[in-house]
């Protein structure tokens, strides 16, 4: 029964804060600096949560191909302005560096 309570409590608070900048946005125009925020918060929280698991994919700190990898994905995403590049450079490089 707690694991349930827990499901729904996630999934409750996970909706409420999905549907927070859209009630914020319809009532009347948002701020600059409310829209800016709400504007990088989702690629804050994906840094979030794949920083650790590139830094320390075991727990561990590693100087493996992750982190290069990460480096790659973003460089070829600033220069190409295209996430898309920037993801499967990330990738090939990592793949690149384990075979090797």
Do not use: H, K
């Amino acid at each position: 029964m707690t694991v349930w309570l827990a499901i729904a409590g996630a999934g409750l608070v996970t909706y409420l804060l999905r549907l927070a900048p859209l009630v914020v946005s319809v009532r009347r125009p948002a701020p600059v600096a409310l829209r800016r925020y709400l504007d990088a918060l989702p690629i804050a929280i994906i840094a979030a949560l794949t920083g650790p698991a590139i830094v320390l994919p075991n727990g561990a700190p590693t100087l493996g191909a992750e982190p290069v990898g990460a480096l790659v994905a973003v460089a070829v995403a600033r220069w190409r302005r295209n996430l898309l590049a920037g993801v499967l450079a990330g990738v090939a490089s990592v793949a690149l560096l384990r075979l090797l």
